[in-house]
């Protein structure tokens, strides 16, 4: 599963960074917050009752995760991820026109951007 890996610090695949994006940006209207849950604790030993741990969908972690590493990504590269995976309805020919480039180049700067996001990802320090 993509989460293990970003979290343990592994190589991220170009085709698992796709998959973040085509459920975060392109299903970003479906909040999906079903499925395995983790609860956060937070005690410290000089309280004198344990508080309520709540828990926290464990797609919602991602989310965090995916949009602290987008937003490391370069402008231009969210530009890129938002024109392809944010909008279904726009076909590469019409954001080609838009951007005034080639078809190639729409598929080659989507290609790279997702690259550029699979690395970032994998250079993040999750835990701090």
């Not at 085709?15 to 975060?24: G, N, T, V, W, Y």
């Not at 989310?63 to 024109?83: C, P, S, T």
């Not at 726009?90 to 290609?111: N, Q």
Request: a positive charge; one cysteine or more.
């Amino acid at each position: 599963m993509v989460q293990e890996a970003v979290v343990l610090g592994e190589q991220v695949t170009y085709a698992e960074a796709e998959r973040l994006c085509i459920k975060h940006i392109t299903n970003r209207a479906r909040p999906d917050l079903h499925g395995r849950t983790v609860q956060l604790i937070r005690w410290q030993p000089e309280q004198r009752f344990k508080p309520a741990t709540p828990s926290v969908s464990r797609r919602l972690f991602e989310r965090i995760e995916f949009d602290r590493a987008f937003r490391m990504l370069d402008k231009h590269h969210q530009k890129v991820l938002l024109g392809w995976y944010g909008r279904v309805d726009i076909k590469p020919e019409e954001l080609a026109k838009s951007w005034g480039v080639d078809r190639a180049t729409v598929y080659r700067r989507k290609h790279r951007a997702v690259q550029m996001f699979a690395e970032v990802l994998t250079k993040c320090d999750w835990q701090g």
